[in-house]
């Protein structure tokens, strides 16, 4: 199932409100981070994730938006 940016940052602070165990805590951050790193490359809200993890491995590889549409 593919999650937008904002269903992720939405799924990370569910998460983070109400589970407090280590395996979500740690999923949570994750999501977190994946949305927020999308975001300051200038990704819209309503990108898909998994596809860009899926072809660039890891977020820090996926290039900012507007090289991506080059």
Partial sequence: ?????????QNADYNL???????????ARSQLHNALTLLEKS???HTLVEPLLEKYDKIENVPNFEESNE
């Fill in 17 to 27: 409100r109400t589970n407090s165990g280590y395996g979500i805590t740690h999923i």
């Fill in 43 to 45: 990704y819209p809200l």
């Fill in 1 to 9: 199932m593919c999650v937008s940016i904002l269903e992720a940052l």
